[in-house]
């Protein structure tokens, strides 16, 4: 049975996704309307305010996880997930290409950050789940029969 939400392929690929929207910007950067391509202006305002709520909706995410209010978790996690990666896309977008500046470094955390919990979804999770899903015995509690869930 497969978990719900969001596999590992589509998380990667929403990444890629992203990835190579930024790419294909920032090379047509140079030949886009003056607007985008001055700090400040108003569609790059814009695109960073809107970046900006998408990251904090990214950020709820741990608020609701860690605390059980606001719902399925799951949805959470959709939602961190796609708001996180279209937020980081605005952000960029925002920069208008100037990344050799300072507030340019903190686009490399959210990279960082980005490449952190594609890890941890798809290698570290893995290995988690190898380490406690086979050793019931270990935690003093019999294995559930097959099909029969585990009393919480």
């Given at each position: 049975m497969k978990p719900p939400g969001l596999?590992?392929?589509?998380l990667v690929y929403a990444v890629f996704c992203a990835a190579v929207f930024l790419v294909t910007y920032?090379?047509?950067?140079?030949?886009?309307?003056?607007?985008?391509?001055l700090p400040g202006s108003r569609p790059l305002y814009a695109a960073g305010a809107a970046g900006a709520l998408l990251l904090f909706v990214s950020a709820a995410f741990l608020l609701a996880k860690r605390t059980g209010r606001g719902g399925s978790p799951v949805r959470w996690f959709s939602a961190h997930v796609v708001a996180g990666a279209a937020g980081t896309v605005l952000a960029a977008v925002h920069s208008a290409g100037r990344l050799r500046y300072a507030p340019a470094l903190l686009l490399l955390a959210l990279l960082g950050l980005v490449a952190l919990g594609v890890w941890a979804r798809v290698r570290l999770s893995r290995r988690i789940s190898a380490a406690f899903g086979q050793k019931?015995?270990?935690f003093g509690a019999e294995a559930p029969a097959s099909g029969a869930e585990a009393p919480a």
């Open positions: 596999s590992d392929r589509l920032f090379g047509l950067l140079p030949d886009l309307p003056r607007a985008w391509r019931a015995a270990a």
